[in-house]
Structures are given as structure tokens and as C-alpha cells.
Nanobody, 112 residues
């Protein structure tokens, strides 16, 4: 069974950076894309960024230019580098393989 495990969340001040990781329990990354989503309190889940098996990346307008998604197939890990964080980036962040597998989430809190 595929498991996705997020890590790297934390409490930072506005303007600071965090790098989230999404690690897979087995080697699926060579064949599947991975997406990051987030859910802020009282809001619907929001797609943040995605990376295809070939490395093509896409971003939500709200994070474009500040966040970077990348993957390391050898480590079965996808990263989300988040720079210039804003209080509105505060949310639980999740990764998904698009096949119904989700991680447990990692909390990001940005103070103003």
C-alpha cells in the first residue's frame, strides 16, 4: 500500500522560508505526478502546486514566484520550497499522488 508522509512544517514569521517534504513508501514517483494542497481553517482545500513524472511544474497564482516544487525520484520524495511566506499561507499542507493517496498533512503557521 502506498503511503505518503509529509514533513517540514512549522511556525515561522512572515518573510521566512520553509521546505516541505513528501516521502512515498514505495517507488511510485517515476510514474506519477504529485500535487501539494493546503487547507486553512474554515476554508476549502486549495491546490497549491504540482509536478508531473517528467518534471513539469505548475503553480497556483497565489504562490507563483514564491513556492518551488521539485522531486527526487531516487529518494521517492517531492519537495515544496516556500519562500517569502505570508500569514495567508497558514494552513495544513498535504501531498497526493492523484490516485487517491494522501498524506496526513503538515501544519504551516506564518505569524505577521
Amino acid at each position: 500500500q502506498v503511503q505518503l508522509v509529509e514533513s517540514g512544517g512549522g511556525l515561522v514569521q512572515a518573510g521566512e522560508s520553509l521546505r516541505l517534504s513528501c516521502a512515498a513508501s514505495r517507488n511510485i514517483f517515476s510514474f506519477n505526478g504529485i500535487d501539494w494542497y493546503r487547507r486553512a481553517p474554515g476554508k476549502q482545500r486549495e491546490w497549491v502546486a504540482g509536478i508531473t513524472s517528467g518534471g513539469t511544474t505548475t503553480y497556483a497564482d497565489s504562490v507563483k514566484g514564491r513556492f518551488t516544487i521539485s522531486r527526487d525520484n531516487a529518494k521517492r520524495t517531492v519537495y515544496l520550497q516556500m519562500n517569502s511566506l505570508k500569514p495567508e499561507d497558514t494552513a495544513a499542507y498535504y501531498c497526493s499522488d492523484g490516485l487517491g493517496h494522501w498524506g496526513q498533512g503538515t501544519q504551516v503557521t506564518v505569524s505577521s
